[in-house]
Structure formats: C-alpha cells, structure tokens
C-alpha cells in the first residue's frame, strides 16, 4: 500500500467502516473502469462527485448508472447553483484527485448526499482517496462514516 492508501485506510478504521481497500495495477478513474475490474455492475460503484453549491464544496456520491441531475439537486437541497468543480477546486476541498475521490478523509467535512439508489445494492464499491483504490461499504455506511443525507439524485 501507499501512503494515501494508509492514511484512507486509517480513517474508514477510525469512523468503524469494515470493508479493506482495494488497490488495483491500473487506474480506475470510472464507474465503467471500476466495474469492470471488480466484475460487478456499474450501479454499484459509489461515485464521490464534487460540486460547487452556491461557491461551497458539495460531495454528491452516485451510483455509477447514474447522470447527476444538478436542477433537481439546487431545488431540493435549497441552493441557487450547483455546478461541476475544476479539478482544483476538487484537489483543495478533498485532498484527493479527480478520479480518486473517497466518501471521507478530506481536510474538512463536506457537505455530502448520498445517492438512494445505492440501496439497491447490498455492497457499493467507492473510491479509497486514489485512481488506483476502492473500498466496499454499503448504503447505510456510507450515510454513516460521512454524516450525509439520502437523495434521489439522478436525473429523470
């Protein structure tokens, strides 16, 4: 493992999270690539997407089969504009890159909604603070270790 690895592992052991990272010899920066190392299908990969929210950080973890719909987010979760974050943007709020983003151990929580369909999956795989790592966890967990709140967030 790397040091990123660690220390990600260290903090899903520290919020009482059970699945061991997975490190992979080649980059799996997306649901599809993910999927298709784990052998599962891509509404099981916990996508860990970041935005902007009226200029604030907000971590949106989808199901990989999912299109994130923006307008419906804006209106449900009460904000004026959310918008796709530059991948410095991303690097400064999470301490992760863009591809490897995990659930949790950014520098400062973030605002965080949890794709409900991940639900209808009894293991999600997410990222594990690399391109090259992913843990398994599950719907409950995830709402868990990141103190986010359940949304349909795909678009219709």
Do not use: Y
Request: glycine fraction near 10%; proline fraction near 6%; charged fraction near 20%.
């Amino acid at each position: 493992m790397n040091n990123m690895t660690d220390a990600f592992t260290e903090r899903l052991r520290a919020l009482g999270a059970e699945g061991a990272v997975v490190e992979f010899d080649t980059e799996v920066p997306t649901a599809a690539a993910a999927a298709e190392q784990l052998g599962c299908e891509v509404g099981a990969i916990a996508n860990s997407l970041v935005f902007t929210a009226d200029g604030d950080p907000l971590l949106v973890i989808a199901s990989g089969a999912h299109r994130v719909d923006t307008r419906g987010l804006e209106r449900s979760l009460g904000v004026r504009k959310i918008r796709r974050a530059s991948p410095e943007f991303v690097a400064e709020a999470t301490g992760q890159p863009v591809g490897g983003v995990g659930p949790v151990g950014h520098p400062q929580p973030i605002r965080t909604v949890v794709d409900r369909a991940l639900a209808a999956h009894p293991t999600v795989w997410a990222g594990a603070g690399s391109k090259h790592a992913m843990f398994p966890t599950n719907f409950a967990e995830l709402l868990r270790i990141t103190g986010g709140s359940a949304a349909d967030v795909a678009q219709s």
